[in-house]
């Protein structure tokens, strides 16, 4: 770490001295992409628990007596690739996203004696920052106004962390579909999009976009369906002139494909 803060103040120093010119940032930006892939060769990970006034770290085995399959399904999960190993991993575990669990074991489980990343997000923003991110953008889930947990969605004792996640993309869509159900379908006329999963669509955290889209307007859909350029001005999608209705709004909201879902009556995605 020493050496980093080295290669940091050399840097600084280098760039104080320099001509203003463009290259110099070039070099600049070179050698502090040396120092982030050099941070990146640290085999250790900082975890900072949470804090539990009066507790002391008990360890993942104690969690077991109670919450025995917890524990048990636990190596099965996204998050058991975290876990410690040896002497100097004693809350390293349950109690990573818990805090200190002794007042909790010698309470009985007591309510208030442990920390509950259910109720409070805090400590999964821990490691999760970009996500952290995204939920002070103007369209978001409602998760800091709790309405909404982490946990509705993910999974972080057993399995895949994204609720509904697997090889197939649609059943990652089924996390979605326990609030949003009126999209599930089926429709008679699907849009194909669906099959991507929600995500081809929505972020699903944070945008700035509404309705948590990737991209705003025509040019959300116009990443799968191509514009043609035509002679005249012209602007093909789908082998018809779409020029005149793309300056009307977005493809949804512009009285055309309303049913961006599907639709139980038009193949164009109308109702």
């Known amino acids: 770490m020493n050496r ?73 999960a996204s998050h058991a690739h975290l876990m410690a190993k040896g002497p100097h991993a004693l809350g390293i575990g349950c109690e990573s996203c818990h805090g200190a669990g002794s007042l909790h074991s010698e309470s009985g489980g007591e309510p208030g004696t442990i920390h509950n990343p259910e109720r409070d997000p805090t400590t999964c923003y821990e490691c999760h920052l970009e996500v952290h991110a995204a939920f002070n953008l103007p369209y978001r889930h409602p998760v800091p106004d709790q309405k909404l947990t982490c946990t509705q969605c993910h999974d972080p004792h057993q399995g895949r962390a994204v609720k509904g996640g697997g090889t197939a993309l649609v059943s990652a869509n089924e996390a979605c579909f326990e609030c949003h159900n ?33 991209q705003r307007n025509a040019s959300l859909c116009t990443k799968c369906h191509v514009l043609q350029p035509a002679g005249g001005g012209a602007v093909l999608i789908g082998g018809q002139d779409h020029s005149q209705w793309l300056a009307q709004g977005a493809c949804w909201s512009a009285g055309c494909h309303e049913a961006v879902h599907g639709s139980q009556v038009n193949s164009s995605l109308r109702y």
């Open 4 to 76: 980093l803060l080295q290669i940091s103040a050399s840097l600084a120093r280098a760039l104080r001295a320099a001509p203003r010119r463009p290259w110099h940032l070039v070099a600049l930006a070179a050698g502090l992409a040396g120092v982030v892939s050099s941070c990146g060769t640290l085999t250790r990970t900082v975890v900072v628990p949470p804090t539990v006034p009066g507790a002391t770290f008990i360890g993942t085995a104690a969690c077991a007596d109670c919450h025995e399959e917890l524990v048990r399904d636990f190596k099965t």
């Open 182 to 214: 009126s999209q599930r379908g089926p429709y008679v006329f699907e849009h194909e999009a669906m099959r991507e999963g929600c995500t081809a669509c929505h972020h699903p955290h944070g945008s700035v976009n509404a309705k948590l889209l990737t």
